[in-house]
């Protein structure tokens, strides 16, 4: 387990002894949503299933540790104020290294957001609403490393805890948070997903009524992506197309839609989607399919494909050939768009076609050099995909804004200088987004029908017209620009 400590990590135990809740305790579905503090310095939305159960005025709570979900705290109700004393033992946590730390449950001022140090543990005081459905406080929670002062792993702020939905709900649609594409070479690809345990209205949900589905869509075709997972009970893996919220087998899957790995190759897919499914009050209610764009569909784009490219047809270099070396600019034109692909000026390696040794298919090597993109004077490129195995951050380009492979902007002419040190640009495809900008009525030009003309009102022409407009030609309505 990986995890980060903000802090110092110093353990100085008092006591450590974990919290066990009564035998038999009945437990209730949970929520708690929380701003968590990220290592980069600001804070991100956190959603933490957690099991609540009441013994009298005792209230015990597990899950409030992320990285130890199985472990317990104990809170004393008073009335409408429910208080959790600080540095209750979570249990120990060892990282990738082997190094352990003990953890404890705390709270800490607000005033630690603002970089007051020094704060010690205090405990936590929530205030329940009138229905005894929502806790809700102003102290930061922490999962602390130490009990003579604050040094975390977590720390949460603007805390609220509330009893899931038990009846019917439209779960709120997931998105999907980071797409890793299918790897040739590893042989397999990933997606890890935001997914709050909410319904459309922010209410929370049972996390044992919810799961997902994960589409691809080829061309405006859609299927679901099936993930293999492992039964411990058959010792063999299972495949899974809608996977429950809670579930992990501790390989493919972890649980919340942390991450699933499937193991099907997506240069194909335009698309990645997903979609939460809720089976509450005896009804099963879907969220709409959110959908993360992966690249443009055919019909939407210019591609110049050399992963495409015919292996018997195309000169490609080796390290016994240079066939596929480039040394003077090589055009390339599809639609409306010209590709130049300039010679690598002044390196030692010439931009080349290339056979790569994993994918056995041709790729476009870069060296240094530019390549150019140009449109006629009625089109603008709005996007460019570039698909590539390797690619130089330093690359420049004349305008517009270059992104996670996407340059973005409105011009005629795109210029993108590559940079001529490593790691080398390995581009497998290229796809080019155009618009149409020539539109209404915006030239003159000079007909040649013959026959009357007359007006929308009926009204006759002596001549053919010249201005620009609408006008009826033997019963049919004719534009003149």
């Given amino acids: 387990m990986l995890f980060v400590a903000l802090l110092s990590l110093s353990t100085m135990a008092q006591e450590k002894t974990v919290v066990t809740p009564p035998e038999g305790l009945q437990t209730e579905s949970w929520l708690l949503t929380a701003q968590r503090y990220d290592a980069l310095e600001y804070t991100v939305d956190a959603y933490l299933p957690i099991n609540v159960g009441f013994d009298g005025n005792d209230v015990y709570v597990q899950g409030m540790n992320m990285y130890l979900p199985g472990s317990w705290v104990k809170g004393i109700r008073n009335g409408n104020q429910l208080t959790f004393a600080a540095n209750q033992y979570y249990g120990e946590l060892s990282d990738n290294e082997g190094t352990s730390y003990d953890t404890y449950f705390a709270g800490c001022d607000i005033s630690w957001f603002d970089g007051v140090s020094g704060l010690q543990p205090i405990d936590v005081t929530f205030t329940i609403n009138e229905t005894g459905t929502k806790w809700t406080t102003n102290t930061v929670l922490v999962v602390n490393s130490q009990t003579d002062g ?7 702020e603007d805390v609220v805890i509330a009893k899931s939905i038990e009846g019917a709900a439209t779960p709120k649609a997931p998105s999907i948070y980071q797409f890793l594409p299918f790897d040739q070479e590893e042989g397999y690809g990933g997606v890890s997903l935001t997914f709050p345990p909410v319904d459309i209205d922010g209410n929370p949900l049972q996390t044992d009524k919810l799961s997902y589905i994960l589409y691809k869509d080829v061309e405006h075709e859609v299927s679901t992506i099936t993930i293999p997972a492992w039964d411990e009970e058959t010792q063999d893996y299972v495949d899974m ?6 579930f ?8 919340h839609g942390y991450a699933a790995y499937f193991y099907e190759p997506s240069s194909s897919w335009n698309r990645i989607g997903v979609k939460a499914i809720y089976r509450g009050g005896n009804e099963e209610r879907e969220s709409e399919i959110s959908w993360l764009l992966l690249k443009p569909f055919a019909n939407e784009a210019t591609v110049f494909d050399f992963s495409a ?13 240079n066939a596929g ?8 034109s599809a639609d409306n768009v010209t590709l130049t692909i300039s010679p690598c000026e002044g390196g030692n390696t010439p931009n080349r076609y290339w056979l790569d040794y994993n994918l056995q298919t041709i790729q476009l090597r870069m060296y240094g050099g530019t390549l150019t993109f140009d449109v006629p004077d009625n089109y603008t490129i709005e996007n460019i995909w570039f698909f590539a195995s390797e690619w130089n951050d330093d690359t420049w380009f004349s305008c517009g804004d270059y992104e996670d492979g996407v340059w973005t902007g409105s011009a005629q002419h795109v210029v993108v200088n590559i940079a001529d040190y490593k790691p080398n640009t ?3 495809s290229i796809a080019v987004v155009v618009k149409e900008t020539a539109t209404g009525i915006s030239t003159q030009k000079t007909f040649a029908l013959t026959g009357s003309w007359y007006t929308l009102q009926g009204v006759k022409f002596d001549s053919t017209p010249t201005q620009k407009g609408l006008y009826i030609h033997h019963g049919h309505i004719v534009v003149v620009k």
């Fill in 150 to 156: 604050i040094a975390g792993f977590d720390y949460l």
């Fill in 241 to 246: 197309t809608e996977i429950p919220y809670n």
């Fill in 248 to 255: 992990t087998d501790d390989w493919n899957i972890q649980a």
């Fill in 309 to 321: 490219m015919d292996k018997d047809a195309t000169p490609y270099s080796t390290n016994s050939s």
């Fill in 325 to 332: 070396d480039i040394t003077t600019a090589k055009v390339l």
């Fill in 426 to 428: 390995k581009i497998n």
